[in-house]
């Protein structure tokens, strides 16, 4: 069986693009499962699948942080990654659907994890929003504050790879910069809705991002807390195709982890956190730039 792509709820099991891409396992928080069952559904996915790679952004609750580390500690393996990926909750849903749609090609576990983090800089996360006034992920300029206690006021932000602001709507300024900078690579668009009412994402956005396709999924349960207002319509373009992203990764320099032995790409390893050991500079040679990729 492939290796497992893990997540923390349900909400953030999008789709199978096709019928080899397998599903995700989802990790429950300890309100819905004690320690002694989070153990043991812990256990069956490592018998089922030799090694768990799980998501595990910033923004989950401190308890469910813990328990993860906690299981981990106790069943004592190393067959674990709990990979720290800061992105918004459908960008995060998005990451684990690319993570599994490659978990059936032959890269190694420890090559899997740490594939997440250069995916990662290729999806464009971002979201409208009725509301700009509590939002502390990007910064939000005096103006943006206070034009959103308008009751029509609309808000198109960018949060990764690049953060970016701009009013929208039949408000807006007619001077350029509205449109978020989008990829220069085809992507396809997926987008959820919370209560605002707006077709901005497939009507504007979609086009201008050439994206080649657009799917709608239920909002994740965490969004209205991440973007500080349930008025929002999120939205992350990420690359669709199977095969770009195996390309994608299998151009990225191998290395072995020299603390654990897994096999991994970029500069720390997926499964025990740990850097790759810089080798000094040559004798009367110029330093080189250590490999950035994935990074």
Same mark, same amino acid.
Request: aromatic share 6%.
């Given at each position: 069986?492939?290796?497992?792509?893990?997540?923390?709820?349900?909400?953030?099991?999008?789709?199978?693009?096709?019928?080899?891409?397998?599903?995700?396992?989802?990790?429950?928080?300890?309100?819905?499962?004690?320690?002694?069952?989070?153990?043991?559904?812990?256990?069956?996915?490592?018998?089922?699948?030799?090694?768990?790679?799980?998501?595990?952004?910033?923004?989950?609750?401190?308890?469910?942080?813990?328990?993860?580390?906690?299981?981990?500690?106790?069943?004592?393996?190393?067959?674990?990654?709990?990979?720290?990926?800061?992105?918004?909750?459908?960008?995060? %849903?998005?990451?684990?659907?690319?993570? @599994?749609?490659?978990?059936? =090609? *032959?890269?190694?576990?420890?090559? /899997? !994890?740490? +594939?997440?983090?250069?995916?990662?800089?290729?999806?464009?996360?971002?979201?409208?929003?009725?509301?700009?006034?509590?939002?502390?992920?990007?910064?939000?300029?005096?103006?943006?504050?206070?034009?959103?206690?308008?009751?029509?006021?609309?808000?198109?932000?960018?949060?990764?790879?690049?953060?970016?602001?701009?009013?929208?709507?039949?408000?807006?300024?007619?001077?350029?910069?509205?449109?978020?900078?989008?990829?220069?690579? %085809?992507?396809?668009?997926?987008?959820? @809705?919370?209560?605002?009412? =707006? *077709?901005?994402?497939?009507?504007? /956005? !979609?086009? +201008?991002?050439?994206?080649?396709?657009?799917?709608?999924?239920?909002?994740?349960?965490?969004?209205?807390?991440?973007?500080?207002?349930?008025?929002?319509?999120?939205?992350?373009?990420?690359?669709?195709?199977?095969?770009?992203?195996?390309?994608?990764?299998?151009?990225?320099?191998?290395?072995?982890?020299?603390?654990?032995?897994?096999?991994?790409?970029?500069?720390?390893?997926?499964?025990?956190?740990?850097?790759?050991?810089?080798?000094?500079?040559?004798?009367?040679?110029?330093?080189?730039?250590?490999?950035?990729?994935?990074?």
């Amino acid at each position: 069986m492939p290796t497992a792509i893990a997540v923390t709820s349900a909400d953030l099991v999008l789709p199978a693009p096709d019928r080899h891409t397998p599903g995700a396992a989802v990790l429950h928080p300890p309100g819905e499962v004690d320690l002694e069952g989070a153990l043991a559904e812990t256990a069956a996915l490592l018998e089922r699948h030799g090694h768990l790679v799980a998501l595990v952004p910033p923004w989950l609750p401190p308890a469910t942080v813990r328990r993860l580390h906690t299981v981990r500690a106790i069943l004592e393996t190393d067959r674990i990654a709990l990979l720290d990926i800061d992105l918004p909750p459908l960008g995060t %849903a998005v990451l684990a659907r690319q993570l @599994r749609q490659l978990t059936v =090609s *032959d890269f190694s576990p420890g090559v /899997l !994890a740490s +594939a997440a983090r250069l995916l990662s800089h290729y999806i464009y996360a971002g979201a409208v929003l009725g509301s700009v006034a509590k939002l502390d992920r990007i910064p939000v300029g005096l103006k943006a504050h206070a034009r959103s206690w308008s009751p029509s006021a609309q808000f198109a932000v960018l949060a990764h790879p690049r953060p970016h602001l701009a009013r929208i709507g039949p408000a807006a300024p007619a001077h350029g910069g509205v449109l978020p900078p989008g990829p220069a690579f %085809a992507t396809h668009l997926t987008f959820a @809705r919370g209560t605002l009412t =707006s *077709d901005w994402v497939t009507a504007e /956005l !979609a086009p +201008a991002w050439k994206v080649r396709g657009v799917m709608e999924n239920p909002l994740p349960a965490d969004s209205a807390r991440w973007w500080a207002t349930p008025k929002l319509v999120e939205f992350a373009a990420a690359i669709p195709d199977v095969s770009v992203l195996y390309q994608l990764v299998a151009s990225v320099r191998r290395e072995q982890c020299r603390w654990c032995g897994f096999e991994l790409i970029g500069d720390r390893c997926g499964f025990c956190a740990a850097p790759i050991a810089t080798p000094p500079p040559e004798t009367g040679t110029t330093p080189r730039s250590p490999a950035t990729a994935g990074s």
